[in-house]
């Protein structure tokens, strides 16, 4: 009996982390370039749970990690000329007031008081020779990432890949640190969208699916943990008194 208290409680702890990830998801759905994470989870056989330590033979905990759905989002026109999206792979790459750079795709840039382009996070939007610089002028974007001002080709926008993305660690909804030793190459196969912006790839209907569907199977590991404790309570209930 304590082995299914042990069962149910391990089935309990993985949907918790599900429900804040999907809480996640649910309140960046309008954040540009947020990709969704999801929870895998999956029981531990017996031979894995007895290699961690402390783990008896019959515990069997789960195991839950959480991963980021890299599709990409749909394209909204805003008819912004600083709003530039990616269409197909790759991220922009920005640099921070530290001078570190990350990855992104939310490319809802302006213009910063210097007339760098920048992230709303005033991350300056890196060329592949540097920060960019605007001066005075209608900004126009070609679909190879070219960036020119009043028809004077000023730098091309530095749109970048990574041979494997679930490496990458996420710092905030849409930003993407790039760990040490993680190469950098130029993306293929993508056009540059101006005037675009990418929405999330967070389909809300399916996120509130599974958000019910994580709770219904919490509800049912707690109730039946309940009736386990209750069981064993009446039990020890009736060996105390045959004493």
Do not use: C, H
Not at 200 to 226: C, G, H, P, T, W
């Amino acid at each position: 009996m304590i082995k299914g208290i042990y069962n149910s409680a391990s089935a309990m702890i993985p949907r918790i982390r599900q429900q804040e990830v999907i809480a996640n998801n649910i309140a960046n759905a309008s954040t540009p370039g947020f990709k969704k994470d999801s929870v895998f989870m999956s029981e531990l056989s017996k031979a894995q749970a007895n290699n961690l330590p402390g783990k008896s033979d019959w515990e069997r905990p789960m195991l839950d990690q959480v991963y980021t759905d890299y599709g990409q989002g749909s394209l909204d026109q805003t008819g912004n000329p600083l709003d530039i999206a990616i269409d197909g792979p790759g991220f922009f790459v920005t640099q921070d007031s530290s001078g570190d750079s990350a990855l992104t795709r939310d490319g809802v840039f302006t213009r910063d008081v210097l007339g760098f382009m920048v992230t709303t996070d005033g991350d300056m939007v890196l060329s592949d020779s540097g920060p960019i610089l605007l001066p005075p002028g209608d900004v126009s974007v070609s679909d190879d990432g070219v960036v020119s001002v009043d028809g004077a080709e000023i730098s091309r926008l530095n749109v970048v890949t990574v041979e494997d993305p679930t490496t990458l660690e996420k710092v905030r909804p849409g930003k993407y640190q790039i760990p040490e030793g993680v190469e950098l190459t130029a993306a293929v196969n993508f056009a540059v969208r101006q005037g675009f912006v990418e929405g999330s790839n967070v389909d809300v209907v399916m996120q509130m699916v599974e958000m019910i569907s994580s709770y219904r199977n919490y509800e049912a590991d707690s109730k039946a943990l309940q009736t386990q404790d209750e069981s064993l309570g009446r039990l020890i209930s009736e060996v105390g008194r045959t004493q």
